[in-house]
């Protein structure tokens, strides 16, 4: 079981990582997460990209499991809700942007439970980034994909149903992998 510091320390070596990403670089806007639980911290990243001047769009999860959306404007700006039968999120506590406010992200940071070899990624199974990542497609929008985990969450093969998509890349502790085929 990793601790709170352990988190905190994957968060900074995920963010010093991440943050030398070329899409990155260059992103006006991206939409990102507040990590949860035992998933690799991603504080540190949040606000190094505000402090970059980067917009960063952070998830509120809507009944139907669908994602709203509002702008991260420091750590002030979340407000913890628990949802019916789920974990407690940090969601922003300002203006909802709506479901479409994805679509403006030059990348869209996603959770994920694993990545293969392909860069097909394993959710959570909630099904709230599949449909963001069909609202992506379905818009037209072609930003770019990256998943933040630990180095034993990137597996040889995952199971992926026709509507899966590969990623562009997945960062954890150790280094970035890209995949082609993203």
């Known amino acids: 079981m990793l601790t709170d510091d352990d988190v905190d320390e994957t968060g ?16 006006r806007t991206v939409a990102a997460y507040v990590s949860v639980g035992g998933e690799p911290g991603t504080a540190a990243l949040l606000d190094a990209l505000r402090a970059r001047g980067v917009r960063v769009l952070l998830p509120a999860l809507l009944p139907d499991n669908d994602l709203d959306w509002g702008e991260y404007a420091g750590p002030g700006s979340l407000a913890r809700v628990r949802h ?40 959570r199974g909630g099904g709230s980034y599949d449909r963001v ?50």
């Not at 818009?139 to 990623?167: F, M, N, Q």
């Open 84 to 123: 019916s039968g789920k974990m407690a999120l940090f969601e922003p506590s300002g203006a909802r942007l709506g479901p479409d406010a994805v679509t403006a992200a030059d990348v869209v940071l996603l959770p994920g439970l694993a990545v293969d070899a392909r860069g097909m990624r394993l959710g």
């Open 12 to 27: 900074r070596a995920l963010a010093g990582r991440a943050l030398e990403l070329p899409e990155l670089a260059g992103a």
């Open 133 to 182: 990542l069909a609202r992506l497609e379905r818009a037209g929008a072609r930003p770019r994909l990256v998943v933040l985990l630990y180095d034993t969450e990137v597996v040889a093969h995952i199971p992926a149903e026709a509507h899966d998509k590969p990623v562009h890349a997945v960062v954890t502790p150790s280094g970035v992998r890209r995949f082609p085929s993203g």
